[in-house]
């Protein structure tokens, strides 16, 4: 049967008046792997702290293996949950071998104590952690990521049922943390170790936990498997950034590509642009206006072209084509279908052709503003019809020459046009 290993229930945490959590419930089963994910300062360390009885909740209840946390005695404690704090620093000249033994304190008491076997537990953390050959080196002259592993292996030889890891990879170049969350893996498969890691990196995260809580605002935001959590209706609004979350085959994960950070978001989101665009031209604006909070359409592009890329990955709806072919019909009617959903309409500055004048066309269907880049008399269409038609729409149309985007922006989508 599953056994309840670690029990939160509405904890409030505070430093002084700074509230940090608050009616914070969370419960971890024997066995889970769970990343604790979330941006700065909401509270990671802090829950670490409460776990271990550094810090008192103010309000509320932590069991540890059905225990109230506060009746266990520190040994008692220290059996059921290790710890990989964020820093690690000891005052005196102690070795990586005294560090590591140091995890067989809880052990060495009274009847339990057995020194030849906390000899062969602490042999066998550092062979596991690959740091053996730092046995005898002091432990302050490390580097940080050898100490990193040295700390890992002290917690691993403390035998608790539970390791907690605060950022166990911050120090370590990407071998080393792919190897250190490797072997906590192999802990949790194959000793049930249940591991609870906080961690900066979502795609490390997403890759070695079952499971994921989000935390936000003194609470937990979203908790589940990887793949419900790496969303980026979560995500994106917790760490403020513009993002693409996509399956990553290989790993057979969700996969953020963080895009840019959200600095200027408009206050009215619920605008709608229709770009058109192609060969290159909308990957600047594109971006911009995606990170502005604005909804975007766009077409007809062709498949593998890099708007086309770009609208892919951002997960832009719009109107394609074949590669290097002229524009069907098929993508003219989805491009008219998305164009006149539209508040706004944005020419990116295309050269058009007679492969693509139906983009031209297409706008004579808008049934709202068209903004167009200035070309200052390079209008090199090849076909006549192209400068016939620019003409009937610039009739027809509510049509605006813009020398750039930020006078598309300020125009339409900040509204400075009303
Ligand atoms: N000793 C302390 N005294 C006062 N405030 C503190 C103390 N430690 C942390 N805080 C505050 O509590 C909040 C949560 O801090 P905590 O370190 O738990 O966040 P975190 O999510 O682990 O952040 P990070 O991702 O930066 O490590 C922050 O606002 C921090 O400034």
Redesign the pocket.
Known sequence: MVKNLLEMKDVKVA?GD?T?LENFTMSIDQGEFVGII?P???????LIKVITKILEAKEGYVFLNGRNNSTLTRRERAKLVSVVP?EFTVDFDFNAYDIVMMGRNPHQYGKEKNLARDHDIVNEAMVMTNTWQFKDRLFNELSGGERQRIIIARAIAQQADLILLD?PTSHLDVHHQLEVLELVKRLNRERNTTIVA?L?DINMAARFSDRLILLSNKNVLADGPPDYVVDEKYLGKVYAMEMVVRNNNLLSTREVIPIRVIKDRLDNTNIQVHVISGGGSGEQILERLKSLGVHLSCGVINQGDSDWEMCKMMNISMAEGPPFSDITEEGYKKNIELIRQADYVLVTDLPFGTGNVKNLEVLLEANSPIYMIRREGRFDYTEGKATELLHQIQEEKIFHWIDGYDEFIDLACKGDAL
């Open positions: 430093y700074h940090v979330g700065n300062g909401t509270g990671k360390s802090t964020q950022e906080v900066h």
